[in-house]
């Protein structure tokens, strides 16, 4: 059982999960009024999770 890629496969979902999110606040969000402190929020928090998650899950060697 490898704590890294178990760890790094969390953080990629999670990363998965806040881009989808963002996605769905930019695309349900009228043309006048946009949040886009929280959009440009989750969107980065989602791409930082993610490239992480995959690079931590990339760099780990098997035992």
Same mark, same amino acid.
């Given at each position: 059982?490898?704590?890294?890629?178990?760890?790094?496969?969390? *953080?990629?979902?999670? /990363? @998965?999960? +806040?881009?989808?999110?963002?996605?769905?606040?930019?695309?349900?969000?009228?043309?006048?009024?946009?949040?886009?402190?929280? *959009?440009?929020?989750? /969107? @980065?928090? +989602?791409?930082?999770?993610?490239?992480?998650?995959?690079?931590?899950?990339?760099?780990?060697?098997?035992?």
């Amino acid at each position: 059982m490898n704590l890294k890629r178990i760890f790094g496969a969390i *953080l990629t979902i999670l /990363g @998965i999960v +806040g881009m989808i999110y963002a996605a769905i606040l930019f695309v349900n969000s009228p043309n006048d009024n946009m949040n886009i402190k929280s *959009l440009v929020t989750y /969107g @980065i928090l +989602g791409l930082v999770f993610f490239m992480s998650g995959v690079g931590l899950v990339r760099t780990t060697k098997d035992e």
